[in-house]
């Protein structure tokens, strides 16, 4: 079984109030890419994929006039995918869901959240995605009040081998601060920001930590936006979002490289252009981490980027569509399941 996840820059352009697909001229979102093109450079990427089912970071809105279920599904026959049904969790106000559409032949799965229902009041226990966890980072008596922007996407899975699983995907803040101001108030507003990213990462692994106590077989799909050496606010905190997440039990191979001491060169799964400086950035913010009982089903990890795996290097067509479609690059995970 293929499983993957790919964050898709600008998802939500693409479709109309009515969820229909814009094939027009217009522009996209992306730097000099029509509506047209990232559709049609999409449908190259999920049809090379051919996962059996795709985390979607930044999937199409759900709101008043739209809804993500209903565009994807509509993106699916549009490019007879096999990935052709679709779940969300929890909408947000962001215009970013996340999603997972899937091949309903191979695997079976439903929202399904855990945790307390906490309202504005919150829990120090790892309270339901949707909710406020209260927690004290600094251990200065002060509790932060700490919420989703994009709330984490919880499935109970069942394969058509019969494999029960929890699916969680997420897309952790940003840690880039918007907006202008002097130099003390962006500093304030980027610790603020990696603050926040922290703390959801300690309540997702709370969530990790009970689903493998309980002996369930997980794996954690998205984009964290984070990894080490990303920013000047690592040593500020200890330690990464990303390895908060991983802990001693959870693996991702690119991962573990990557926090590896003396290692030249590590893999990457994002673009992103630079304008002032007019150059690209490459970092790894998608990850696939699964628990230690799935280790023995002989899993294998790919990120399809366009200048580091051979494979999509050499075919010209698919080359393209990951330099057209988003700025991020799907990773895969193969495994036994």
Not at 22 to 28: G, K, M, P, R
Request: hydrophobic share 40%.
């Amino acid at each position: 079984m293929r499983l993957a996840t790919y964050n898709v820059e600008w998802f939500a352009n693409l479709f109309g109030n009515d969820d229909e697909l814009l094939l027009d001229d217009a522009w996209s979102g992306r730097k000099n890419v029509t509506r047209a093109q990232q559709i049609e450079a999409l449908g190259k990427v999920f049809t090379a994929l051919d996962a059996d089912a795709v985390m979607i970071i930044e999937a199409p809105n759900t709101g008043r006039r739209q809804n993500t279920v209903t565009a994807l599904e509509r993106f699916a026959r549009a490019f007879d995918l096999r990935q052709r049904r679709a779940v969300i969790g929890f909408a947000n106000d962001t215009h970013q869901e996340i999603a997972l559409l899937y091949d309903p032949d191979t695997i079976t799965v439903h929202h399904d959240p855990r945790g307390e229902e906490t309202g504005k009041k919150g829990s120090v226990e790892a309270p339901r995605f949707d909710s406020v966890f209260r927690i004290d980072l600094n251990n200065d008596g002060d509790e932060d009040l700490v919420v989703f922007s994009k709330p984490p996407l919880e499935l109970a899975a069942v394969t058509a081998a019969g494999t029960r699983l929890r699916l969680i995907g997420a897309h952790l803040k940003s840690k880039a601060p918007h907006g202008g101001g002097s130099r003390d108030q962006i500093m304030r507003a980027s610790i603020e920001a990696r603050r926040k990213q922290l703390t959801q990462a300690i309540w997702l692994r709370a969530r990790l930590t009970a689903h493998l106590e309980a002996g369930e077989s997980v794996i954690l799909m998205g984009d964290m936006n984070d990894g080490p050496g990303l920013d000047e606010f690592e040593d500020l905190f200890g330690r990464s979002s990303v390895e908060v997440l991983l802990g001693e039990d959870m693996f991702d191979p690119h991962a573990r490289l990557a926090f590896q001491a003396h290692v030249p060169a590590t893999p990457t799964s994002a673009r992103f252009h630079i304008e002032s400086q007019g150059r690209y950035l490459h970092a790894l913010l998608d990850y696939i981490m699964v628990s230690p009982d799935l280790m023995a089903r002989r899993p294998s990890w790919r990120i399809w980027h366009p200048f580091e795996d051979e494979t999509c290097w050499s075919f010209e067509e698919v080359r393209n569509a990951l330099l057209t479609a988003s700025d991020h690059f799907p990773v895969t995970l193969d495994i036994d399941i």
